[in-house]
Antibody, heavy 119, light 108 residues
Framework: EVQLVESGGGLVQPGGSLRLSCAAS????????MNWVRQAPGKGLEWVSS????????YYADSVKGRFTISRDNSKNTLYLQMNSLRAEDTAVYHC????????????WGQGTLVTVSS | EIVVTQSPGTLSLSPGERATLSCRAS???????LAWYQQKPGQTPRLLIY???SRATGIPDRFSGSGSGTDFTLTINRLEPEDFAVYYC?????????FGQGTKVEIK
């Protein structure tokens, strides 16, 4: 059974940093691209970032480019999102999501971790 | 950036009716890399359709996707009570991989 479990969220002041983690199990992590998607309270879905199987290719939403960094440790089956220079508008539940083999859609999602940016 | 616009914002229908949801992209979506997701309150999104028209694993055949280029449609035949939810489309043919704002399908 595919499982994706996020951690690392919390309350942070504007300008601060957080690192989110996503522990993956139930599939061969090294074979699949991975993603982060966020959802602000009561709002729609926003794609944040994607990373290729080996980590050599990364992609970002314009709203986070230069502030967020996606990475993965295939030896630990873990996906990361380093978030710097956080803003109030980054407040959201952050989900990690797996892509199917050879496709960029999102077939499995974690329950998410809440990031609140507030003073 | 490809802007994805969904319509209508809300669709009020009765069980057994057909739902037709529209997703329009501001530029052509490469290789019809367009997905549809269903989200119910308090739940994570569920992949319904990928590649514009391929049903994901375990998705009932009353869900179907069509379209290419800039215009895509999700059709739900014979709405079941569990189908009332919010539906999102997402283009993933180019980065950034943008979502539409969602269509809520509610019980009339």
């Amino acid at each position: 059974e595919v499982q994706l479990v996020e951690s690392g969220g919390g309350l942070v002041q504007p300008g601060g940093s957080l690192r989110l983690s996503c522990a993956a199990s139930g599939f061969t992590f090294t074979s699949y691209a991975m993603n982060w998607v966020r959802q602000a309270p009561g709002k729609g879905l926003e794609w944040v970032s994607s990373i290729s199987t080996g980590g050599g290719s990364t992609y970002y939403a314009d709203s986070v480019k230069g502030r967020f960094t996606i990475s993965r440790d295939n030896s630990k089956n873990t996906l990361y999102l380093q978030m710097n220079s956080l803003r109030a508008e980054d407040t959201a539940v952050y989900h990690c999501a797996k892509s199917p083999y050879g496709d960029g859609s999102l077939d499995y999602w974690g329950q998410g971790t809440l990031v609140t940016v507030s003073s | 950036e490809i802007v994805v616009t969904q319509s209508p914002g809300t669709l009020s229908l009765s069980p057994g009716e057909r739902a037709t949801l529209s997703c329009r992209a501001s530029q052509s979506v490469s290789r019809s890399y367009l997905a549809w997701y269903q989200q119910k309150p308090g739940q994570t999104p569920r992949l319904l359709i990928y590649g514009a028209s391929s049903r994901a694993t375990g998705i009932p055949d009353r869900f179907s996707g069509s379209g290419s280029g800039t215009d895509f449609t999700l059709t739900i035949n014979r709405l079941e009570p569990e189908d009332f939810a919010v539906y999102y489309c997402q283009q993933y043919g180019s980065s950034p991989r943008t979502f539409g704002q969602g269509t809520k399908v509610e019980i009339k």
